[in-house]
């Protein structure tokens, strides 16, 4: 069975810093999905950014960027210049590369950006 | 994209009483899940909505407390029954597309239970 495991309940960056959100998963398989959602108070889940295993590259949009190490199975997500709407909860998932399989999410990690 | 629309968006209830949560998709979609998340804490999927047939229950999850319907390919309810505190928690609507990977959210109901 496929795990997500997000340790860092809580996190504090300032305005226009950066701020790394660790993720590690663990799985047997070889092709799949990882994504990174995040839920602002208002508790909509919005997609932050996906990534899919069999590329190497990294994926970025805009400020947001992931460091993918399939080996280590390890999946952070950096935000550079973070701004005050950056405050929410972020949760990493995973999902099997089958058009039926289901999102696996970890338990998130609450950001907080300070002025 | 897709634009899910979720009612209610929150609901005060009695104690054994049953609500049902309507999730509307603005276009066709293969799949349609429902997710219930407790204060503070991540996504626990419910199940999945299967048009036609009857929902497909994870562990822990009952079509007694929890029945799914899904008549067509753009709607779904979910009716949480004889309702306990303990069933207090946001319940969210995700879709996702043919030979998609990503899953879009409603915007949850907020559901607290007297």
């Known amino acids: 069975a496929q795990t997500v495991t997000q340790s860092q309940p809580e996190m504090s960056v300032q305005e226009a810093e950066t701020v790394t959100l660790s993720c590690t998963y663990d799985t047997s398989e070889n092709n799949y999905y990882l994504f990174w959602y995040k839920q602002p108070p208002s508790r909509q889940m919005i997609l932050v950014i996906r990534?899919?295993?069999?590329?190497?590259q990294n994926a970025t949009e805009n400020r947001f960027s992931v460091n993918f190490q399939k080996a280590a199975k390890s999946f952070s997500l950096k935000i550079s210049d973070s701004q005050l709407g950056d405050t929410a909860m972020y949760f990493c998932a995973f999902m099997k590369h089958e058009s039926t399989d289901k999102l696996i999410f970890g338990t998130g990690t609450r950001l907080q950006v300070f002025p | 994209s897709a634009v899910i629309s979720q009612k209610p968006s929150r609901d005060i209830c009695q104690r054994g009483t049953s609500l049902t949560i309507q999730c509307q998709v603005d276009s066709q979609v293969t799949m349609m899940f429902w997710y219930r998340q407790q204060p503070g804490q991540s996504l626990t999927l419910i199940a999945t909505?299967?048009?036609?047939?009857?929902?497909?229950?994870e562990s822990g999850f009952v079509i007694d407390k929890f029945p799914i319907s899904r008549p067509n390919l753009t709607f779904s309810t979910l009716t949480v029954s004889n309702m306990s505190p303990e069933d207090s928690s946001i319940y969210l609507c995700?879709?996702?597309?043919?030979?998609?990977?990503?899953?879009?959210f409603g915007a949850g109901t907020r559901l607290s239970v007297l």
């Open positions: 995700s879709v996702r597309r043919a030979g998609g990977d990503i899953q879009y």
């Open positions: 909505a299967n048009q036609g047939s009857e929902a497909t229950y």
């Open positions: 990534q899919e295993a069999y590329k190497q």
